[in-house]
């Protein structure tokens, strides 16, 4: 009997191995809750999501690092659009490469990468809403005098694509 539940127990140890397997470490079959949503009015979980959605975001923001204006036209889903800390609506790409392309000439801005959180939710209609929430430093050199600021950017992925961003920033003090 002793044996035969040995045995029981081998095998057992052997199918979880090899489930695990199928598995990256530290990867769970089960979705972990992070938060909630409430945009749609109503309370919906909000779980850790995909880190393939940063590696999109991690592209897009070395593009704009490198001035790389093709690569973020080409990143950009066709219904793009974003809402920048100083209130303004960027309605479409064309709008923000029109954008871009004036700033890139004038302050030459580079980024520095703090932190990224990938998050989703299923919204009311079904739809898997994917994104990133990140944190950045940017520095700006305008007429040879440098600054800088905080950014965090609340990224909705589509389909591998940026389809909205949502900018809030403040100055970085000299004292910090």
Request: aromatic residues 10%; negative net charge.
């Amino acid at each position: 009997m002793k044996k035969i539940v040995g045995i029981c127990l081998l095998a057992a140890l052997l199918v979880q191995s090899a489930f695990a397997a199928h598995h990256k470490p530290g990867e769970s079959t089960k979705k972990t809750q992070v938060g909630y949503d409430t945009t749609e009015g109503v309370r919906a979980p909000l779980y850790a999501g995909s880190l393939d959605t940063v590696e999109v975001w991690m592209r897009y923001m070395k593009a704009h690092d490198d001035n790389d204006l093709k690569a973020i036209r080409e990143a950009n889903a066709d219904d793009f659009k974003a809402w920048a800390s100083d209130g303004s609506v960027i309605e479409n790409t064309d709008a923000q490469i029109a954008l871009l392309t004036d700033w890139f000439a004038t302050s030459n801005p580079k980024w520095i990468h703090k932190y990224s959180i990938a998050n989703e939710f299923t919204d009311q209609e079904g739809k898997l809403q994917q994104w990133v929430t990140t944190g950045w430093e940017l520095t700006e050199t305008v007429d040879g005098k440098e600054s800088k600021r905080q950014e965090i950017f609340d990224v909705l992925i589509a389909d591998g694509k940026i389809k909205t961003i949502y900018i809030a920033a403040r100055p970085i003090n000299e004292s910090e």
